[in-house]
């Protein structure tokens, strides 16, 4: 663990992970569609922006306090949902839950989760969000909603943009619903190539040992333990695919989303325009978390922060809750965020990264690095609270009339 205590960067944390977990497994959490132009773009676009720096300023202490939907966070980011965490370390939903009620702030849990949501409330500090797809159809939709509040959970995130999934050509290559699952079902030739994918695999497994001990300790392969069939069971991992696409969300489900659920507050996310925000506001979402779900859906579409600055200024009046998430990766890319008036940003990969890297102790010294990240930008920039850094906007930022791209760091994730 003394590495991790060493890690200086999230980027550090991120090659600890894929050190950690198999290929086959980390790919699944880097990987972006297609080209991976929006992938990278999320993060390169924070990385060309620039900041003024006030000098001669010292403050005592900072004030990294917001409030978003109504809930008061300790610091301005929040885990954003992330699937499969579990496969990254036992009960990867929970110690997530758990490390992000420590510093103060919430956990978003995924549909696509193999920790009872039970278990992901009772880790958190009384505060936590639940992301829901529609997978399994409205009736299994309506059980994981009624499931959410009787658990405690204070908010709940629809998400829009994931009426397929997008294609993640490197994942898709090493084939893991092909190589994964039990035999049961398949044809003798079937099972043949199963095995023989399942053999093939053997390597990578055998070169993480530590991980595969946790992987079948905490129970192998994963099931969607929160989405319940009508027959009481739970959604097998390898259904995935077809589910998704069988789950588009439209403006309509909204209206019996929002019954179902209640007064607690509605988030959309995966909002890229001004009118889909106005539109969720209408439909009674009183947050939306602008997100290209981390360059993993439609391609080429432009980076996040690009459509905040974009976006933001065209939405008019409005009592909603701005947040975002994409390309996320220090202090300064959340003092950034910030300074377009959002309230709150997302960590996508940085989760996986810390989690990966080990667990609570991996996640907590994530959470630690961009902690220190944002009060030491806080400090060099000159602000001395989020409120501050939201309401002087335009202050702080500095175009960057530097040509090309030499300056810019090595693209790590
Ligand atoms: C491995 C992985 C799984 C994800 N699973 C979900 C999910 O189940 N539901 C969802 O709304 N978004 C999901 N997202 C998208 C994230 O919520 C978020 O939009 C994205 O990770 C932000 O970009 P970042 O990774 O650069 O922080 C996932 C992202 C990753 C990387």
Redesign the pocket.
């Known amino acids: 663990m003394q590495e991790i205590a060493d890690a200086m960067t999230t980027a550090d944390l991120w090659k600890m992970m894929r050190r950690r977990v198999p290929p086959i497994v980390s790919e699944?959490?880097r990987g972006g569609a297609d080209t991976e132009t929006t992938l990278r773009g999320?993060v390169r676009a924070f990385q060309q922006s620039m900041t003024t720096a006030y000098g001669a300023l010292k403050f005592s202490s900072l004030d990294t306090r917001t409030t978003t939907v109504g809930h008061d966070l300790a610091i301005p980011w929040f885990i954003?949902?992330?699937?499969?965490l579990r496969t990254l370390y036992p009960m990867g939903d929970a110690v997530a839950s758990r490390v992000a009620g420590e510093f103060g702030t919430v956990m978003a849990q995924?549909?696509?989760s193999g920790t009872p949501m039970e278990d992901v409330a009772a880790a958190s500090k009384d505060q936590c969000w639940y992301?829901l797809?529609l997978c399994g159809g409205r009736d299994t939709a309506l059980r994981s909603i009624e499931r959410a509040r009787n658990a405690g959970f204070t908010a709940l995130?629809l998400?829009m943009d994931?009426g397929v999934s997008g294609l993640r050509i490197l994942h898709a290559k090493m084939k893991p619903m092909q190589s994964m699952g039990p035999f049961r079902g398949l044809s003798f030739g079937q099972k043949i190539v199963k095995a023989f994918r399942k053999l093939a695999l053997a390597p990578q497994m055998l070169s993480c040992l530590p991980w595969l001990i946790d992987y079948y300790r905490d129970g192998g392969l994963m099931e969607f333990v929160n989405i319940i069939d009508d027959d009481g069971e739970p959604m097998p991992y390898t259904d995935i695919g077809t589910q998704l696409a069988a789950s588009a969300v439209t403006w309509d489900d909204l209206t019996w989303i929002k019954e179902a659920w209640g007064d607690k507050p509605l988030i959309v996310?995966?909002v890229h325009c001004a009118y889909d925000a106005r539109k969720a506001e209408e439909m009674g979402a009183s947050g939306v978390i602008w997100?290209n779900?981390?360059g993993?859906q439609q391609d080429r579409v432009p980076p996040v922060l690009h459509i905040v600055a974009q976006e933001m200024p065209l939405v008019g009046d409005t009592q909603l809750d701005f947040m975002m998430?994409?390309?996320?990766r220090n202090g300064t890319d959340i003092l950034i965020a910030l300074s377009y008036g959002l309230k709150a940003v997302?960590?996508?990969?940085?989760t996986?990264a810390g989690i990966g890297a080990g667990g609570h102790t991996g996640l907590t010294r994530a959470f630690e690095i961009l902690h220190e990240d944002l009060d030491r930008a806080m400090r060099l920039v000159g602000v001395q609270s989020v409120e501050e850094i939201r309401s002087r906007g335009a202050e702080i930022r500095r175009e960057s009339l530097l040509q090309g791209d030499d300056h810019l760091p090595p693209f790590v994730f």
């Open positions: 699944y959490f999320n954003t949902p992330v699937g499969s995924s549909t696509l992301q797809y995130i998400t994931t996310k995966g997100s779900h981390g993993r998430d994409g390309g996320i997302g960590i996508g990969r940085v996986a």
